[in-house]
């Protein structure tokens, strides 16, 4: 059997993971609109050779900008500055089937592909935020469920543009003045429940076929749809034994639908506090820590559960699943709710407690130890059936990518686990993912 290789991705998110991190003195001085900040982290990861870069996005501004900045750039138009400050990594964005129109968004990332060339990756989200509706003439959110259904035509509308051109259609001819080769380009005429599209795209295959389909949904409906789509998943994950559990669903899942489970890769969030030594790496955790104000968590948590109010709760009370909506019926960010009352249950924290769990990477895997600590629990659950790789998720940005580049990285390759050189030249590549070919 060939050697697996681990997969890393750098999450880049504000000035770091943490809550607090905008405000630690080693985050980076820059302004989180400054794209040069975007382009000294994709060129440091692009220098430790992590597969890609990963840039999130929401649709509504945050009612705690006040206390918390919650902006950065608009994804697609960041990713086309990146794709030219960097040669080799992959660089994925996110953007939402709810509120994009498909041949605009298959139009985007077919251009992205080649301005990168053949190194994009779409980070596939039906958008959880309440919110975000008020900002594109909706009247209410749609419920968790119509959201994944709606996607599921999204995602046979975007293929087929995708695919309206073979790759081989553009001839370029000057001297016999053919430009494409007849019979190539082909309409896509879906006439479904939520879309109409005529198509063809009007932008030629691009050199991956179409992009890296990533997905970061874990619930059930979700779970069901990375199955049947995803090529990289994404997922929150707060103990080595729920992560295991995932991976082993998920890859029973996607070979139920008949695909081959090294086809998707899953990579669960790790946000890793290093330090020199043990009580370096627990004595920046904790500086982080004291600079968190449980007010903005609070907010936070009431985002996930789609606005549901928590204010009554005072901060030292010892929290139980009756406190928090069944996440069952909770229609934002279903699986995230799921991450937090599990805890709950499990570990019966107070609210502040609570809140400071959330405040490391809102519901991801945190951990503070020394390269050596890190590296080993990398390996572990990479070699225990938990995970293909990671999202990484730096608590502080730049120093906790600088550390994890100079420190762990070389462990990882020590250990045969990680490339010490990139081999391939595009995102599918360094995934080991097939390229996708048109149907007949
Ligand atoms: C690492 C990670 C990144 C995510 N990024 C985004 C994002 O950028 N935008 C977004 O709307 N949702 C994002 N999500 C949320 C999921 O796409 C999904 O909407 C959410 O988990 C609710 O669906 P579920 O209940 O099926 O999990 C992210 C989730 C994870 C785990």
Known sequence: MPARNLHLNLFIHGRGHHEAAWRHPSASPRALTDIRYYIDLAQKAEAGCFDSIFLADTLAAGDDIASAPRIWLEPLTALAALAGATRRIGLIATCSTTYTEPFNLARQFASLDHIT????????????????SGNFSAQSP???AERYERAEEY??????????????AVLDDRAEGHYARPGSIRPVNHRGTHYQVTGPLNVPRGPQGRPVFVQAGSSETGRRFAARHAEAVFTAQMEKATAKDFYADLKRLAAAEGRAPDQI??????SPVIGGTEADAHRIARELNELTDPEVGRKRLSGRFGGHDFSHLPLDKTLSPEDFPDPALVEAARSRTEVIVGLVRREKPTLRQLLGYMAGARGHFVTAGTPEQIADLIEDWFRDGAADGFNVMPPVLPPMLDAFVAEVVPLLRKRGLFRNEYTG?????HYGLKRPSVPE
């Open 425 to 429: 030249a595009t995102l599918r590549g």
């Open 117 to 132: 060339g053949g190194r994009v990756g779409w980070n596939i989200v039906t958008t959880w935020l309440a919110t975000a």
């Open 142 to 144: 749609l419920s968790h």
């Open 265 to 270: 890769l899953i990579l669960p969030g790790l």
């Open 155 to 168: 995602m046979r509308v975007v293929t087929a543009l995708w695919d309206s051109w073979t790759d081989d």
